[in-house]
């Protein structure tokens, strides 16, 4: 089993800019981990490094760190710009990051900036409906993942009547790879956020063509863009302008598309509350813990 929060290497200390807040020497997109994303994510980050700068910023990190953790030990001083789960984003890291704004993909199951997790079985799998998956083998991608445990607990919790629901329940690190161990049958179901569905329906084609979408779970705010909380707020505002010009200018176009980004709109913060009161309701429900 994956422990939910490996160590990074320690900081070395945080460089200072003129006005005493930490520079910005830190920015990655940890989320959607497919190595096939890598480039387009690259492309994206560039495209906000640009707009970034022509709206007069600076300390920009000039690459993404594509070794961070997806849920790190703390959200550093340092970090300028990152992509976090709204599960841990509320539960472990209060008041340590700030959202700049949410992501709408052109996804199946998208509405508007929101997700959800999907329930996914082999093809060629007896399951029809969610309450078929008592006493199977679930997979799941980690303690602190919203789509992968908070949001299918909650739904579990609808029809477990309090009791262990799955035979087994794995977790593991990889949301893509639970779905290669369903087209294996090397596990009968797994939940995965649908963009990250979406994403190997695009770049893994020959593992897609064998799974189908049982269920969804209850709908999440998208995971946000986010910043440490020591970002100046004229930094913030800068970044926040960024990613609406790379949300609608159409020179970005492409970029949007190798991400499947259809916009990128403001949120509130709160909205993310939702996801606590989703771990509650499964509580209250008699069903804690996803197994």
Known sequence: MSRPCATPPSSTGSQVVPDGSPAATKASLPLYGLVELSAAKAEFWRAIGVEFKDAGGSHAPDRLDFARQTVPERIEP??????????????????????????????????GATHCGVFVVHQKARYQCLADLQGCRLVFGGP???????????AIAEIAGGSPFFGSATETDSQAGNLELVARDEADATCV??????????????VAVLLRVLALTPRSP?????????????????????????????????????????????IE???????????????????????
């Open 78 to 111: 340092e970090l300028l710009f990152s992509q976090i789960c709204g599960y841990p984003l509320r539960k472990l890291f209060g008041s340590q990051a700030q959202v700049l704004a949410a992501p709408v993909y052109d996804a199946q199951y998208c509405e």
């Open 269 to 291: 913060d709160a909205r993310y509350d939702r996801l606590l009161e989703y771990e509650q309701e499964a509580v209250e429900l008699g069903y804690p813990i996803l197994c």
């Open 222 to 266: 998208s995971i946000p863009f986010v910043t440490a909380i020591a970002t100046e707020s004229a930094a913030v505002e800068r970044l926040r302008r960024a990613l609406r010009a790379v949300a609608t200018a159409p020179r970005w176009a492409e970029v949007r598309a190798g991400l499947m980004l259809g916009d990128i709109v403001a």
């Open 144 to 154: 602190y993942s919203n789509s992968g445990m908070n949001l299918p607990r909650r």
């Open 193 to 206: 956020d649908n963009v990250t569905y979406a994403y190997v329906g695009r770049h893994r084609p020959e």
